[in-house]
């Protein structure tokens, strides 16, 4: 990464702690700060300047599978910002590039505003835990806070399956193999079946995309490992229905009893405003399977998962809406994001000022 551009970009968005850098052409360079999107006053970019910095930032192999799938997604490191990913496309065929970076140290469990059940559910000796929200509400973070908890509390072998890398632990009590797709192995699938040969304890999968990837991570789960992986959905419920959903008919009453046998948890993410608009803070919900979980996913009643999120606070399962409506409560959000970001808005009633 040499561009004398891109150094003061990058350099530039370091001060301003932006989450992600956009190098869009006939646009200003664009940060995104606390989740908003920032255009300096600047000089649009030009198609060639991007040109050079994009193409200067891939080796000769990432050129080529560039030019021949138009997308690309690598890590690279800089010396103000450390390591970041780069994603690459293609817009009037031209490259652009969309920077996110990836910080050098995982945060608390505190400082995150995750659940003290988040760290049971890491302690699990097998089973499946979900980590599931829209792009950019923190499931990698989330992710590599479980497996940095695991690689200080026990002995025991993991091996992530990542696209790209972002965060790189280091051995502690653990061992840590960290792969990454198109580095190390071909791709999520191939790297999933060869990972149970490897006599991993805890597995690691980056992003869950497709059934067949789905069907081995079940599986892993069903063979005595611990399977954390993250999925794009916006709830608890969505998520199993995603899962489910991409089976055929005759499939499903399989994953269905899998899911049901296998499920630890879920925890669905979002990452809103404060109420100073300084941060972001996390909003969540957490699903804990109990009996009565695993039956409604046994018998496919999913739509009752909110009533068990609603009554299970005991077993310390959370609904969103009552998570949006403690950080209303404590005055870390305001009323006007806790309501946009609710599924049922009604039940917030508002504070007299």
């Not at 945060?107 to 792009?135: F, N, Q, Y």
């Not at 869950?208 to 794009?232: F, Q």
Request: charge should be negative.
């Amino acid at each position: 990464m040499n561009h004398p551009v891109l150094d003061r970009l990058l350099a530039a968005a370091a001060d301003h702690r932006a989450s992600d850098l956009h190098l869009i052409a006939g646009v200003p360079p664009a940060y995104r700060v606390n989740g908003e999107i920032l255009l300096p006053d600047e000089d649009a970019l030009a198609a060639e300047v991007l040109n050079e910095i994009a193409y200067g930032l891939m080796s000769v192999e990432q050129r080529e599978k560039f030019d021949h799938e138009w997308e690309l997604c690598i890590p690279l490191w800089h010396q103000s910002t450390g390591r970041v990913r780069a994603t690459f496309y293609k817009r009037n065929g031209h490259p652009e590039v969309c920077i996110r970076f990836c910080g050098e140290r995982i945060g608390s469990r505190e400082e995150l505003g995750l659940p003290a059940k988040i760290d049971e559910l890491a302690r699990r000796p097998h089973g499946l835990v979900l980590i599931t929200g829209p792009t950019g509400s923190g499931k990698t973070t989330t992710l590599n806070y479980m497996v940095d908890l695991l690689n200080h509390e026990r002995r025991c072998k993991i091996v992530t399956i990542e696209d790209p890398i972002e965060y790189v632990h280091q051995n502690n009590r653990a061992i840590i193999v960290q792969q990454e797709v198109l580095t190390d192995t071909h791709s999520f699938n191939r790297a999933l079946v060869h990972v149970l040969r490897q006599d991993p304890d805890v597995i690691v999968v980056g992003e869950v995309r497709d059934h067949e990837a789905i069907a081995t991570m079940l599986k892993a789960a069903e063979t005595g490992h611990l399977v954390l992986a993250t999925l794009h959905s916006p709830s608890v419920a969505q998520a199993l229905e995603r899962i489910i959903g991409v089976f055929d008919g005759n499939a499903q009453r399989q994953i269905l009893l899998q899911l049901a046998n296998t499920l630890q948890g879920i925890i669905a993410q979002d990452l809103v405003p404060s109420a100073d608009h300084a941060r972001r803070v996390l909003a969540y919900e957490l699903l804990i399977a109990t009996t009565a979980v695993r039956n409604l996913i046994r018998e496919n009643n999913l739509h009752h998962l909110d009533n068990c999120l609603q009554t299970g606070a005991k077993d310390g399962m959370v609904l969103k809406d009552n998570c949006l409506y403690e950080l209303y409560c404590r005055c870390a959000i305001t009323y006007e994001t806790a309501t946009s970001r609710a599924r049922s808005p009604e039940r917030f009633v508002k504070r007299p000022e």
